[in-house]
Each structure stands twice: as C-alpha cells, then as structure tokens.
C-alpha cells in the first residue's frame, strides 16, 4: 500500500491564504456588478465596470508573470495582498462618506485586479518552495491549491457577494 506524505504546514497555512483570497476575489467579480446596479442604470458602465475585473489580466498577465519570477514570491504576495485591503478599505470609506460612484468601482475593480494577478501567480510560483521537488507532491499540491481557488472564488464568493449586497 502506498501512502502519501501531507504536505505540510506552510502549504496549509499557503492553501488558507489561497481560499481566503479567492473568496474575496469571488466577492469582488459578482459584488462590484451588483453594487453597480444601485449606482447606475446604464448598461454601458455596468459593462465597462464588469470588463474592468478581468482587463488587468489580460493586460498584465505575462509581464506580472516575469515579474514574479524575479522577485521574492513571499514578499510579492504579500505586498500585493495588502495593496488589496488597502483598496478595499478605501473603497469602504468612500462607501461610508457617501461617495461611492459606478467610477469608483471601476477604478476599484481595475486597481484591485492588478493586485490580484500579482497575488495569484505569486501563490502558485510558491508550490515548489513549500512542498518536495517529487512529481506527485507538486501535483497533488496544484491539484489542492487549483480546487481551493475554484470552490471558494465560484461556488462561496459569489453567493456571498449577493447575500452581503442584499444585507448592505
């Protein structure tokens, strides 16, 4: 019988900060939309404010990719990490001080993103530093790390995105 050797606490302890992130990524993609709504009937901006989600990907994917490869993951990620609470917070604020405009959550939504394409591929380049070089550990912590993103970005940030706009 072959048995598996865990993978260890600072993947745990990584895998958290995934699903956590990716939580309030999921958040973030269907909350901003939903926010929107309350601020603006024009489908045009609720359009511009849904591409602004995704644009920095498509803008900054490969050069955050180099990037990332040339910086210290641990540290890329966190700074990016932190960035994104520092968005979020702002966001907050101006939320509070009544403020808040469908411009607002665009420029949130495309700031927030860069911060987000930093941070998800910091995550991922980290896998080889935290667990064994063997094939089978880097698979099954892919594996691990690539169902956390979706069950917790998918399947729990959005219904929590609706039930915290309704209750907002």
């Excluded at 890329?76 to 960035?83: F, G, M, N, P, S």
């Excluded at 935290?130 to 099954?140: E, G, I, P, T």
């Excluded at 790390?145 to 039930?163: R, V």
């Amino acid at each position: 019988m072959h048995t598996r050797e865990p993978l260890g606490r600072s993947f745990a302890v990584h895998q958290l900060s995934v699903g956590l992130a990716n939580l309030a990524d999921g958040i973030i993609q269907i909350g901003l939309p939903l926010l929107a709504i309350g601020l603006t009937r024009s489908p045009a901006r609720i359009g511009l404010l849904t591409g602004a989600v995704w644009l920095p990907w498509l803008l900054f994917g490969v050069p955050a990719g180099v990037f990332v490869d040339r910086w210290d993951r641990r540290k890329t990620r966190i700074a990016a990490l932190a960035a994104r609470a520092g968005l979020l917070g702002a966001l907050f604020a101006v939320s509070i001080a009544d403020a808040l405009s469908i411009w607002w959550l665009i420029a949130t939504a495309v700031a927030y993103g860069v911060t987000e394409v930093f941070a998800d591929l910091a995550a991922q380049a980290q896998i080889p530093a935290l667990v064994s070089r063997d094939a089978a550990a880097l698979q099954r912590a892919n594996a691990r790390l690539l169902a956390t993103e979706q069950i917790t970005n998918s399947f729990l940030g959005a219904p929590l995105a609706g039930a915290l706009v309704t209750l907002g």
